[in-house]
Antibody, heavy 121, light 108 residues
């Protein structure tokens, strides 16, 4: 059973870079047919797709965040990462990683448990 | 960009049927997926590709999609179904994922 677990700094200062890692267990991140995704949820609000990285290494990002986001994969560690630069209080959210099936439609399953990142000085 | 519209809240008595809608321009031409999120927990996929259920999801959860509206239907609602529900589609033209704003289901 595939499991994902987010980790990283829970507190980031404004203007700095948010860095998170998602460790994948119970399966290989190198398996074809999937992309690896980040999604966030500000406190009390809805879900916002951040972006994903395909098996090929191609990345696609939410245009509203594209200039600040980088998603990468470390196949040797079976994990993928998120970097979000120049953060502000608006980036405070629970950040989820998830696997996305690469078929017409794209859906996310499973999800990690999520990690809260607070942007504050 | 593509917009998905959900009602903020839906209320239903136990044992009744809950219907949660997701509106979008010609959404019937897209595949719609639904997630259940209980307080303090990560979202869980309950319906994918308009009407398919992942293993482990009760048959009480079903979906439909036509025209400008997709619907998640929960039959014989139980107290444990109380949660936020989100619809989601993929915009193939730009490889972009969109979530609806979410609907809070309250079991009376």
């Amino acid at each position: 059973q595939l499991q994902l677990q987010e980790s990283g700094s829970g507190l980031v200062k404004p203007s700095q870079t948010l860095s998170l890692t998602c460790a994948v267990s119970g399966g290989s991140i190198s398996s074809g047919g999937y992309s690896w995704s980040w999604i966030r949820q500000p406190p009390g609000k809805g879900l916002e797709w951040i972006g994903y990285i395909y098996h090929s290494g191609s990345t696609y990002y939410n245009p509203s965040l594209k200039s600040r986001v980088t998603i990468s994969v470390d196949r040797s560690k079976n994990q993928f990462s998120l970097k979000l630069s120049s953060v502000t209080a608006a980036d405070t959210a629970v950040y989820y990683c998830a696997r996305c099936l690469v078929v017409e439609g794209r859906w996310f399953d499973p999800w990690g448990q999520g990690t809260l990142v607070t942007v504050s000085s | 960009s593509y917009v998905l519209t959900q009602p903020p809240s839906v209320s239903v008595a136990p044992g009744q049927t809950a219907r949660i809608t997701c509106g979008g321009n010609n959404i019937g031409s897209k595949s719609v997926h639904w997630y259940q999120q209980k307080p303090g927990q990560a979202p869980v996929l309950v319906v994918y590709d308009d009407s398919d259920r992942p293993s482990g999801i009760p048959e009480r959860f079903s979906g439909s999609n036509s025209g400008n509206t997709a619907t998640l239907t929960i039959s014989r609602v139980e107290a444990g179904d109380e949660a936020d529900y989100y619809c989601q589609v993929w915009d193939s033209s730009s490889d972009f994922v969109v979530f609806g704003g979410g609907t809070k289901l309250t079991v009376l």
